[in-house]
């Protein structure tokens, strides 16, 4: 069956430091991979779009790859801050309309 | 740019009732919206992808009768919860795609729907 799997427990790490999060995802042949971040209450919010001829994509402290080989995105953000505490939900398209979503994994960055 | 809107923010209705949630991308048009709901803790379910003057396609295991979605124009799109129970209480978000965009979704902020 199709799944995608972004690690359940939460990610604490200390103010300063590069925050990695994972996403692989099986039985998926994605056009487009995307990250958004959700706080609580909120809706995602987009963050970053990488195609699947595209190895990493760079937008200011956030930095994603994307190994169509190993089935697997990392998602970096360097630099972190308590401001960047929240959910972060990878999502896959495959053709057509549809993009289905991980359950994200929870970032705490401490001052 | 690329801001969707959506109305109510929170609802509470009683069981039995009918409840209308909107959904407006404010200074783009979108030929294509979806709604997704959302369970605290757990990954959004998409649960209906609609087109501006077509039927909406469902996704498996939602019914269409009780979650009416009309797309309207290319800036609006509602969904109804007919007849709305308390297991239908969730967090109803619907996403935007923009024309001519990079295939990125834009999200509204979200109903969060209580049904007593």
């Known amino acids: 069956s199709q799944k995608i799997e972004q690690n359940s427990e939460a990610l604490n790490i200390q103010e300063g430091k590069t925050a990695t999060l994972t996403c692989n995802y099986t039985n998926y042949s994605p056009a487009y991979l995307q990250w958004y971040r959700q706080d609580p209450g909120r809706g995602p919010v987009f963050l970053l779009l990488i195609r699947e001829n595209e190895k990493e994509k760079r937008k200011e402290r956030l930095k994603v790859t994307f190994d169509t080989t190993l089935k697997q995105s990392l998602f970096h953000i360097t630099a972190s801050q308590p401001a960047d505490s929240a959910t972060y939900l990878c999502a896959l398209r495959e053709g057509g309309f549809k993009t289905i979503f991980g359950a994200g994994t929870r970032l705490f960055v401490k001052a | 740019g690329a801001v969707v809107s959506q109305h109510p923010s929170w609802v509470i209705c009683k069981s039995g009732t009918s409840v209308k949630i909107e959904c407006r991308s404010l200074?783009?048009?979108?030929?294509?919206m979806f709604w997704y709901r959302q369970f605290p803790k757990q990954s959004l379910m998409l649960m209906a992808t609609?087109?501006?003057?077509?039927?909406?396609?469902?996704e498996q295991g939602v019914e269409k009768d009780k979650f009416l979605i009309n797309h309207a124009s290319l800036t609006l799109s509602t969904l109804t919860v007919t007849s709305a129970h308390p297991e239908d209480s969730s967090f109803y978000i619907c996403?935007?795609?923009?024309?001519?965009?990079?295939?990125?979704?834009?999200f509204g902020p979200g109903t969060r729907l209580t049904v007593l």
């Open positions: 200074d783009f048009q979108a030929t294509t």
């Open positions: 996403s935007a795609r923009r024309v001519g965009g990079e295939n990125e979704q834009f």
């Open positions: 609609s087109n501006e003057g077509s039927k909406a396609t469902y």
